[in-house]
């Protein structure tokens, strides 16, 4: 695949609780790194508006808990960004979402 060195750098923002959405997001690098990509994991902890202007391509790997919280580390992040005037339209992104259908009735 020819991919042009601009859109190879995909960036991945995990956001998780108990380690399982860090597990998922290494296999997405992990897949995207064999059709060319290069990924840069980041948790959403160290995460900060600003260097989503850096990348054209992002991924983000989230998890909810309990009535559909969002984890700890995402937090600081969620409220930076909401704060943080920035032009995205440059931005393709997709979502990996994790959570768990037992808890009724939030994932039926």
């Not at 960036?11 to 597990?23: H, P």
């Not at 850096?54 to 992040?77: E, H, I, K, M, S």
Request: with cysteine; net charge negative; proline share 3%.
């Amino acid at each position: 695949m020819d991919l042009s060195a601009a859109y190879q750098d995909v960036l991945v923002l995990v956001g998780t609780q108990t380690g399982n959405s860090e597990v998922v997001a290494d296999a997405v690098a992990d897949q995207l790194g064999e059709v060319g990509f290069s990924c840069h994991m980041v948790d959403m902890a160290e995460a900060y508006p600003e260097m989503l202007a850096d990348y054209r391509q992002l991924v983000v790997v989230l998890c909810t808990w309990a009535d559909g919280t969002f984890p700890d580390n995402t937090v600081a992040f969620y409220d930076a960004l909401t704060a943080f005037e920035l032009d995205l339209a440059h931005l393709a992104y997709g979502l990996v979402a994790l959570g768990d259908r037992d808890y009724h009735p939030y994932y039926q």
